[in-house]
């Protein structure tokens, strides 16, 4: 998954569009707040954050409401999930 999420992130992340991680399993986190992205050290710091493994159970309705509230500080925003698709418990 860190691959994906790093490839994404390097190759379809244009400059100026703002980036934040939030990581989801049992629970939801915020890894980062939302992030300029403007230089390659930009990119760099922010796949810093992206987790090297994943565990637990598969809350992506936690992953997308804490997504929802770090992406309502901006006037729009998209959500890229990476997971199993399966929702094992709910928010």
Do not use: Y
Request: glycine share 10%; net charge negative; charged share 20%.
């Amino acid at each position: 998954m860190r691959q994906v999420v790093s490839l994404f992130g390097k190759q379809f992340v244009p400059a100026g569009d703002h980036v934040a991680i939030v990581s989801f399993s049992t629970f939801s986190q915020v890894l980062s707040q939302l992030v300029a992205i403007e230089t390659e050290e930009d990119r760099d710091r922010l796949l810093e954050h992206v987790p090297n493994g994943v565990g637990g159970w598969t809350c992506i309705g936690c992953g997308i409401n804490a997504a929802l509230q770090v992406g309502l500080k901006k006037r729009r925003a998209l959500l890229q999930n990476e997971s199993d698709a399966h929702e094992r418990p709910g928010p």
